[in-house]
């Protein structure tokens, strides 16, 4: 009876690999050559599916769902050795495309029209200022520096008023595929510096989606502009650069 928000973060599809039985042998019986990955991956995602479904059932039961903003998304692509992530590159924890495109589908009656398909890029702290706007709240710049309202895009924009997206990540996390690095994100192009090993990979995601070709060499002027603009925003922002351990025993 009043507004509401619900925040539900489901543990999967998440290690340890675990899911119902009967739906477990389901996928089971899959040819191996036509399986995307792991039967058991496979199942956890289609319980996340069943659980989302019965969020929206309560909604429709309530009566809620005209009046509603849903947005279900995911924190990182798949486990690496549980999911084929094809045509991308890498998996959960990378900073290539298979690490940080993830699934985002909004509803929201009568500003997202059904079934519209959206290519602008957007980063995840988008859904503050977004959610602000569903409730007819103010903006609170101080607090979502770096987000953008979504509605414009929502409502058939193209694009954002915003030139790119940024990531920053000066930690080892372990994971295949992945070291410290920094990432710029502007139309196509992709830039990737790497702080341990140093490296830069400049790609074009329109003609390389799969990131396969590394640019950084012949496109020495793209590659220096976009550095530029990294350096520029890591400035911005503060934010913190690696630094060696003092501690660090061989």
């Known amino acids: 009876k009043k507004p509401f928000f619900l925040y539900f973060s489901h543990y999967a599809v998440h290690t340890p690999l675990q899911a119902k039985k009967a739906m477990i042998e389901k996928y089971n019986a899959i040819p191996r ?3 995307q990955g792991n039967p058991v991956y ?4 289609e319980s996340v599916d069943q659980s989302v479904g019965r969020v929206m059932d309560t909604l429709d039961k309530l009566k809620l769902a005209e009046d509603t903003l849903v947005i279900f998304t995911s924190d990182n692509g798949g486990f690496a050795r549980a999911t084929n992530h094809a045509p991308l590159r890498g998996n959960k924890g990378s900073y290539y495309e298979g690490g940080i495109r993830v699934p985002l589908v909004i509803s929201w009656p009568g500003v997202a029209k059904p079934g519209r398909v959206a290519h602008a890029p957007v980063i995840s702290m988008d859904f503050y200022p977004t959610c602000l706007t569903a409730a007819s709240l103010p903006p609170h710049p101080a607090q979502h520096r770096d987000g953008r309202d ?35 994100r502007r139309g196509d192009w992709k830039l990737i510096e ?22 950084a060499k012949s496109e ?8 530029k603009e990294l350096e520029a925003w890591r400035r911005e922002v503060d934010a913190e650069m690696m630094e060696p351990n003092p501690d660090y025993q061989p």
Not at 42 to 45: E, H, T
Not at 152 to 177: F, M, Q, V
Not at 195 to 215: A, H, R
């Open 194 to 215: 790497t702080f341990d090993p140093e490296s830069v990979q400049l790609y074009n995601l329109g003609k390389d989606l799969s990131e396969t070709t590394n640019l």
């Open 150 to 184: 979504l509605r414009p895009l929502l409502e058939g924009a193209k694009t954002l008023d915003r030139d790119s997206i940024h990531w920053h990540y000066p930690h080892y996390n372990g994971h295949p595929n992945a070291v410290p690095s920094s990432v710029l």
């Open 33 to 35: 050559n036509k399986r």
């Open 220 to 227: 020495p002027a793209k590659l220096a502009e976009l550095r």
């Open 42 to 45: 496979a199942a956890m995602v």
